[in-house]
Every structure is written in C-alpha cells, then in structure tokens.
C-alpha cells in the first residue's frame, strides 16, 4: 500500500491517500511503457514528405553522349540525380509510420506510468485547486510552492476553462483530465500534479476495472 501525500495550494502537507499498487498493475512494466512511448511517437509522424525521383522529372532518357571516346566520364540520362534538375537519389515517398496499440495495452502502459511516477515522489495530489478567472501568476505561485519547476502534467478530474487559460501561458505545463491521459503524456513529463478529486477518479476507474 502507497501512501501519498495531499498538499494544499500552499503547498503545506494536509492528509494523505492510501493507494493500492495492485490497482495500477503493481508493478512498472519498463518494457511494455517503452514500447507505448515509441508507438505514440511513430503516430505522431506525419509521413508526408516526398521528393521525385529520377523518373518522375521531365528530361529525355536518351544517353547524353556514347559511353567511350569522348575522354569523359560516363553518363547516363540528363534525369541522373547528379545532374542540376535530376531526379533524387533513393526519393522518398509518402508512408504511415502507425504502430498498432491495443486498448488493453494502451490501458496497462498508462497504469505503468502513473504507478512510477508514484513509486518516484514525482506524483503530486493537490487539494482546493481552482480558478474563479483565468488568472497565470496565482497557478505559477501554486507551482513553485509545490517545488514544481520543470515539466509538469496538471491532472483534474473534469474541464475547468479558467484553469486551461491560466496554464496556458505556463512552459511545460500541459494540463488533461482524467479521461483524456495517455502513457505518453504521463511519461514524458517530469512531475505529475493531480487534484484530489482526479486522483479519487483514476483510483475507481482501476478498481472497477
């Protein structure tokens, strides 16, 4: 059983949160995380990019001048990717990067990341966390309180407009709900500050599986 403490927007340690690491698989499975962080990093590719090659551009195919006598190097067509309007060499040419995921997959890597950030202190839950106004300097004074100074993930448990605008501003802060996490988004960053309400929703949807 983990127990995490619960901050408040000053930063002071109020209560603690008794987690259950069976919940979130129990384990950091280092391999299969690994593995979703590739698989969202390939679907983020585009795969757009393309070039032509030496037989889609415009020229004759005719051999420039005969291959002996000339006292030149040999030469082929003008469409050569060492000619100025050639072709290119090895051209590339549009291509779906995907890698396939399954859900259940996807689902595990998520409890593995949540469940080292845990194992790591770098998961932080915050209680009495809101905006009556999108206001950036009262979110950054919540952030260095909590010796938050790098990458962070802020985790709430339903959208909170003032809260999205007051972020917005913020470097590496990236905000989600509870929802909307991925791996991915949880593994790349350095800290993850969840409000209570969020953790209480990432605790029940573990335990109804």
């Known amino acids: 059983m983990l127990e995490l403490p619960?901050?408040?927007?000053?930063?002071?340690?109020v209560d603690t949160m008794q987690v259950d690491e069976s919940l979130f698989?129990?384990?950091?499975?280092?391999?299969?995380?690994?593995?979703?962080?590739?698989?969202?990093?390939?679907?983020r590719r585009q795969g757009t990019?393309?070039?032509?090659?030496?037989?889609?551009?415009?020229?004759?195919?005719?051999?420039?001048?005969?291959?002996?006598?000339?006292?030149n190097a040999r030469r082929?067509?003008?469409r050569t990717n060492i000619m100025r309007g050639g072709g290119v060499a090895f051209a590339k040419r549009p291509r779906d990067f995907r890698k396939a995921l399954p859900k259940a997959m996807r689902r595990a890597a998520l409890d593995?990341?949540?469940?080292?950030?845990?194992?790591?202190?770098?998961?932080?839950?915050?209680?009495g966390l809101a905006a009556e106004?999108?206001?950036?300097?009262?979110l950054s004074t919540v952030l260095r309180k909590l010796n938050i100074?790098?990458?962070?993930?802020?985790?709430?448990?339903?959208?909170?407009?003032?809260?999205?605008?007051?972020?917005?501003?913020?470097?590496?802060?990236?905000?989600r709900t509870a929802d909307?996490?991925?791996?991915?988004?949880?593994?790349?960053?350095r800290k993850m500050l969840v409000t209570h309400e969020a953790m209480k929703l990432l605790m029940d949807r573990e335990a109804r599986g």
């Not at 202190?121 to 915050?126: G, I």
């Not at 999205?164 to 470097?171: D, F, G, K, Q, T």
């Not at 909307?180 to 960053?189: H, M, S």
């Open 6 to 13: 619960v901050y408040d927007i000053d930063g002071m340690k």
């Open 25 to 43: 698989g129990r384990r950091v499975n280092a391999s299969l995380l690994k593995q979703a962080v590739v698989a969202y990093h390939a679907n």
């Open 49 to 71: 990019s393309a070039t032509r090659s030496r037989g889609m551009v415009e020229g004759s195919t005719r051999k420039l001048y005969r291959q002996k006598g000339t006292g």
């Open 76 to 78: 082929g067509s003008i």
């Open 112 to 127: 593995s990341a949540i469940l080292a950030k845990m194992l790591g202190n770098d998961l932080l839950v915050v209680r």
């Open 133 to 138: 106004q999108p206001k950036t300097s009262m």
């Open 149 to 175: 100074d790098r990458s962070c993930l802020l985790t709430l448990a339903q959208r909170d407009r003032n809260l999205y605008l007051s972020a917005r501003n913020i470097p590496d802060l990236t905000v």
């Open 180 to 189: 909307e996490l991925n791996a991915f988004d949880v593994a790349i960053r």
